[in-house]
Nanobody
Framework: QVQLVESGGGLVQAGGSLRLSCAASGRTFSSYVMGWFRQAPGKEREFVAA????????LYADSMKGRFTISRDNAKNTMYLQSDSLRPEDTAVYYC????????????????WGQGTQVTVSS
């Protein structure tokens, strides 16, 4: 059974940085795509970035390019989201997700989700 556990959220001032982590277990993730999503209060969940575990190829939402960096550590079975130059509008619950297969460029089809980690950016 796939388990995803996020950590690293918190309160940060505008302009600051956070590194979110997603510890994955229960599978060998070489055949998976993993992604980060976020949901702000009163808004729909939105895609942030994704990574194909085997190749390290990445995909970003256009609005996230340049400030967010997704990566993974094979040895630790952990995915990261480095978030820089944070803005108050980045305040949201950030979720990691996983799907079997190599469909990096589809934002659909994620079957497994973590519980989320809160990021709050103060102005």
């Amino acid at each position: 059974q796939v388990q995803l556990v996020e950590s690293g959220g918190g309160l940060v001032q505008a302009g600051g940085s956070l590194r979110l982590s997603c510890a994955a277990s229960g599978r060998t993730f070489s055949s998976y795509v993993m992604g980060w999503f976020r949901q702000a209060p009163g808004k729909e969940r939105e895609f942030v970035a994704a990574i194909r575990w085997s190749s390290g190829n990445t995909l970003y939402a256009d609005s996230m390019k340049g400030r967010f960096t997704i990566s993974r550590d094979n040895a630790k079975n952990t995915m990261y989201l480095q978030s820089d130059s944070l803005r108050p509008e980045d305040t949201a619950v950030y979720y990691c997700a996983a799907k079997y297969g190599s469909a990096l460029y589809s934002r659909e089809g994620y079957d497994y989700w973590g519980q989320g980690t809160q990021v709050t950016v103060s102005s």
